[in-house]
């Protein structure tokens, strides 16, 4: 009998990787594979193999699990992108941000960030006898803005005017590089207007002292309207910009793609503006996220209109549209919809119609050229389309009224009390009744007026291309 144990060999199964022993036809373990011998192994590379099979499994399971944890983090990273971008569950708009002017002022464009334009219904109704007028150097195109007793007025002289609002004596001028057509917006005691030289001026309302001045590349011509400690506003270099009101630095912009003339509105913490390009857009108003892109297919260039949470706006050949601005776009909306029109067409029956766009409440087309931002009262909206000013119910979507002039109408309306005050580049300043749009009297200036009227105290203020301002009560 040998004195050396023969040595013991093992067959580590194809199926369950575990040993057996050598000679066996089938694994032991599992019965689910047959064993061959020729990869026999004695007992120290076995131990090699069974550390070898163990690092390899803890291998896998590290791996398996950072796989599912790195699709489970982009699961998740995708899904509060998704809430961030199109809902209102993560970040809300800041419903307190919004702003108005002081009982008897007219302290900024359409007198309000909604841009009512309504001067209220207890509002003095003036009776259209000249107060005074004061003479600039040259055409005006900017409307008035009154607060604290006195008017503020830009002028294509490139300077802006601050006004006694009771004699229209000049208290003083401030001279930019270029015209002055911005509509100027008073808060806090400074007034903030746009110049085409490309800046935004902040001056001290009372001495007429710059406090800081914000450079954009091409002209500003957008009235800027100021919520909390942000003035917005649109710039022909086509940004929308967010600047903070104390120190002139820029909060955020955004690049609507074509220029951005149409005067910003702030509601319910939504900043709203009309472009070139065919849209309006809808921003968070803090941190100006894009919220909704509203396709109006033509340029606008009037400002928007909000009532509650509905805008309104007016292209520049006359189509008006309503929706509901706390809507948000959803993904590529306006990228897939031509695609699936188009393979509707090719598949008659078989693909549905695609669903309206993101907010859309109805368009009516009121066949005419406008560049007057929409005023709503109630259910009534009044605009001005070719030489007329309109008026539309916003229920029925009916026009329920037009008041001719001689000339077109791209005055945006003033409401005070049972009147509508409107200029024409007739050179006329019309008043008219709010419910059937008869004239209550007119007022002749020496040129077309482009420019809105403001009403404070009973005294409406309007400018002229004849370089004048009129004081009318």
């Not at 011998?37 to 499994?57: G, M, Q």
């Not at 006694?164 to 806090?188: F, H, I, L």
């Not at 011509?221 to 630095?249: C, E, H, M, Q, V």
């Amino acid at each position: 009998m040998s004195s050396q144990t023969e040595e013991q060999l093992w067959v580590i199964c194809p199926v369950c990787h575990k040993p057996n022993h050598a000679g066996v036809q089938f694994c032991q373990h599992c019965w689910g594979a047959a064993i061959h011998s020729e990869a026999a192994l004695n007992t120290v590379e076995l131990a090699e193999a069974a550390r070898l099979r163990a690092k390899y499994l803890k291998r896998k399971r590290a791996i398996k699990i950072a796989a599912i944890g790195a699709g489970g983090l982009a699961v998740v990273v995708t899904t509060l992108l998704i809430l961030f971008y199109f809902t209102d569950l993560i970040i809300k708009p800041p419903q307190a941000v919004n702003s108005n002017s002081l009982p008897g002022e007219w302290a900024m464009f359409q007198h309000d960030l909604s841009h009512s334009g309504n001067a209220g219904a207890a509002a003095i109704v003036p009776e259209g006898t000249l107060k005074w007028v004061f003479q600039a150097g040259a055409a005006i195109h900017s409307s008035p803005s009154v607060a604290n007793g006195t008017v503020y007025i830009g002028s294509q002289d490139s300077r802006l005017y601050a006004l006694d609002a009771e004699t229209g004596g000049k208290r003083w001028e401030y001279q930019t590089g270029s015209w002055v057509d911005s509509s100027p917006s008073v808060a806090n005691g400074v007034v903030y207007f746009g110049s085409n030289d490309g800046h935004l001026y902040a001056l001290n309302a009372q001495s007429g002292q710059k406090v800081w001045d914000f450079a954009s590349t091409f002209p500003i011509r957008s009235a800027p309207a100021i919520a909390g400690k942000i003035l917005y506003f649109g710039s022909d270099d086509y940004n929308l910009y967010a600047i903070d009101t104390a120190t002139g630095r820029k909060v955020w912009d955004y690049d609507t793609g074509s220029p951005a003339q149409s005067p910003p509105v702030v509601a319910n913490g939504v900043v709203y503006i009309g472009a070139a390009d065919g849209y309006t857009y809808a921003f968070n108003a803090l941190n100006g996220q894009r919220r909704l892109r509203f396709r109006t297919h033509y340029p606008v260039y009037a400002g928007p209109a909000v009532v509650d949470t509905t805008v309104y706006v007016i292209t520049t050949n006359g189509r008006l549209s309503a929706f509901n601005g706390m809507e948000r776009t959803r993904l590529q909306e306006h990228e897939v919809k031509p695609l699936w029109t188009q393979l509707r067409l090719m598949l008659p029956g078989l693909v549905p119609v695609p669903p309206q766009q993101s907010g859309y409440l109805w368009t009516v087309d009121l066949r005419g050229a406008s560049n007057s931002s929409p005023v709503v009262v109630g259910d009534t909206l009044y605009v001005g389309l070719e030489n007329k000013l309109v008026a539309f119910d916003t229920k029925t979507q009916k026009k329920l009224w037009s008041f001719a002039t001689g000339g077109a109408v791209r005055s945006t309306p003033a409401v005070a009390g049972n009147a509508i005050l409107v200029g024409s580049d007739d050179g006329h300043l019309y008043a008219v009744e709010a419910a059937t749009g008869t004239k209550i009297w007119d007022f002749a200036t020496g040129g077309a007026i482009t420019s809105s009227p403001a009403l404070a105290n009973g005294i409406v203020y309007v400018a002229s291309d004849d370089g004048k301002l009129y004081a009318i009560k």
